[in-house]
């Protein structure tokens, strides 16, 4: 049997563009004289859709996009995932499927059963769980036909299981001769190896083939890696799809021809086209064409600048230098070299002027007091107001550039430098932004070496640097991963590092305390174990404060 695996970039929601696509694939897998095409998890919804599920309408829409796709397929088997609407009087209003289509029609169609519902997953909220697990009869052969998460339930590999059934297990003692596994499963930064690890697991230990097609691109905070992949019974490795980009990858099991995309196994490289992937996609699936950024010399909107350039082009970005009278000359000079070097146009708007008319309007008000964080909050609130004038004018979607250590302990100003429609790097901790800036520098300079040297600051005041209300960023990275990450108590954290434990409890406390102004920021993409955001619901008027 010769089997495509239809690696796509689906659009959440948007059903006909989905449909399209899939038949254009489905042709080219004919083309080749394929025998089955199979398409990710949700193929035709997107994923995830949310409450979509709920929206009225969508889930017949989303049946009447079914069968345009099987009204039209002749000569070849397709497996794609949709929302199957439930026809019970009990149970929630849907199941995540796969329909399988032959011969103009939907032959059979089999549910999902395992519905994760931990991190950024909700999917109980939408779909009923599946109370039965049939083979897919496939001339003559007994095929285990999977979704995402039925094969994640493996007592082998998950150090603590979530559900009290295992598909494959239950596919395999029924007859199933291989699997099939239709997936959208997000990418992190560990992913791809504890994907590889599973799955090669359980080829081996059931001997017999298994064959994982995954989805590729962003929605919203997500980011899929695609690299879909087949293993032999003994574990080997018979065909890999590209990582982030799209593919249409074949095996033939009668054949000994292996492909195998290339694929990075650098995680700082994985890191980067993950975060221009999911830049490029959440910008033009929104309906933008440009973005734009404020940058002040510093290495986040340096990273960031050089990720949106390789997004969108560099002819679409659009740097703003909005230096006072606490700029120093080499954050402009690093601001226009990054500029130069990236190609980008920049315009240039001064704020003294418009910092001392605050001043002066406020200083009645504020008369006998001191100058504080007020007067430095400020700055950074007039310059969110004019670039979010400028997104306003011109249709620009303004890129927030603050990195996940300072939005951990809430060094970053409300309606300052938190302004913007994507945080781009808000789940990249500040030192792996300093690595991600050596690996942009590898072949040429793009980053100016003086952005990635000097100590940095916010420069709201005379002398300033984020060492004088932080800790050095790789103290503060090694407390955060281990607290947010890992959810190690402030004791663990302490035995693991050997760091003063006031240090870590005063770290702990910033984190928790700060949650309400995460709660304000934009949408950031997530490529670590535990971003902030949808997968991490932590209570804002909340006591607990680590005192046991």
């Given at each position: 049997m010769k089997i495509a695996l239809g690696q796509i970039n689906t659009k959440v929601g948007a059903l006909r563009q989905n449909v399209d696509k899939m038949l254009l694939w489905i042709d080219r897998a004919k083309a080749e004289h394929a025998h089955l095409i199979a398409f990710p998890e949700l193929s035709i919804t997107g994923y995830p859709p949310k409450?979509?599920?709920?929206a009225s309408g969508f889930l017949e829409d989303n049946l009447k996009a079914l069968h345009a796709i099987a009204d039209q397929v002749q000569g070849i088997t397709v497996v794609l995932g949709f929302a199957e609407p439930n026809p019970g009087p009990t149970g929630k209003g849907a199941y995540n499927s796969a329909a399988v289509i032959r011969n103009r029609k939907v032959i059979s169609i089999h549910r999902k059963s395992l519905l994760p519902t931990y991190d950024v997953f909700d999917e109980a909220r939408y779909f009923e769980p599946s109370n039965k697990q049939e083979l897919l009869i496939l001339d003559e052969q007994r095929i285990g036909l999977t979704i995402c998460e039925d094969v994640w339930n493996d007592k082998d590999y998950a150090p603590r299981l979530l559900y009290h059934l295992d598909p494959v297990q239950k596919a395999v003692e029924s007859g199933a001769e291989f699997i099939i596994n239709i997936s959208s499963s997000p990418y992190h930064l560990e992913k791809w190896d504890e994907r590889h690890q599973l799955l090669r697991g359980e080829a081996m230990k059931y001997r017999k083939h298994v064959v994982y097609v995954n989805l590729v691109g962003g929605n919203d905070e997500l980011i899929f890696d695609g690299r879909s992949v087949v293993f032999s019974p003994d574990g080997e490795m018979i065909a890999r799809a590209k990582d982030f980009e799209e593919d249409l990858l074949f095996v033939d099991f009668d054949s000994s021809n292996h492909v195998l995309r290339p694929s990075s196994s650098s995680m700082i490289e994985n890191a980067k086209k993950a975060l221009i992937l999911g830049t490029r996609d959440y910008v033009h699936k929104c309906g933008f064409t440009k973005v734009l950024l404020g940058l002040s010399g510093g290495i986040d909107s340096a990273v960031t600048c050089a990720m949106a350039v390789e997004a969108v082009g560099a002819e679409n970005v659009l740097g703003v230098?909005?230096?006072?009278?606490?700029?120093?000359?080499?954050?402009?000079?690093?601001?226009?070299?990054?500029?130069?070097n990236l190609r980008i146009r920049t315009e240039t708007i001064p704020i003294s002027n418009i910092f001392d008319v605050y001043r002066s309007s406020l200083a009645p008000i504020f008369r006998g007091a001191k100058e504080d964080i007020t007067e430095e909050n400020l700055q950074a609130r007039i310059r969110g107001n004019l670039l979010m004038a400028l997104s306003n004018k011109y249709g620009m979607l303004l890129l927030s550039t603050?990195?996940?250590s300072e939005l951990a302990v809430g060094y970053t100003t409300l309606y300052g430098d938190a302004c913007g429609g994507l945080a781009v790097i808000s789940d990249v901790p500040k030192t792996m932004v300093y690595e991600l800036a050596e690996h942009m520098n590898a072949e040429r300079e793009i980053i100016p070496r003086n952005t990635i040297t000097k100590p940095p600051s916010a420069e709201l005041r005379p002398g300033q640097k984020d060492s004088d209300s932080l800790p050095e960023y790789d103290v503060l990275d090694k407390i955060l991963v281990r607290y947010i990450e890992d959810n190690l108590t402030a004791d663990q954290i302490v035995e693991q590092t050997g760091f003063n434990r006031d240090l870590v409890l005063s770290i702990l406390r910033k984190v928790d305390s700060n949650?309400?102004?995460?709660?304000?920021?934009?949408?950031?993409?997530?490529?670590?174990?535990?971003?902030?955001?949808?997968?991490?619901?932590w209570p804002i008027a909340q006591g607990y404060k680590h005192e046991f």
């Open positions: 409450d979509l599920i709920d230098l909005m230096p006072s009278q606490y700029s120093s000359d080499h954050s402009v000079s690093d601001a226009l070299q990054l500029a130069k603050g990195n996940k949650e309400y102004k995460r709660k304000q920021l934009p949408i950031g993409l997530k490529i670590t174990t535990k971003a902030f955001g949808f997968g991490r619901r």
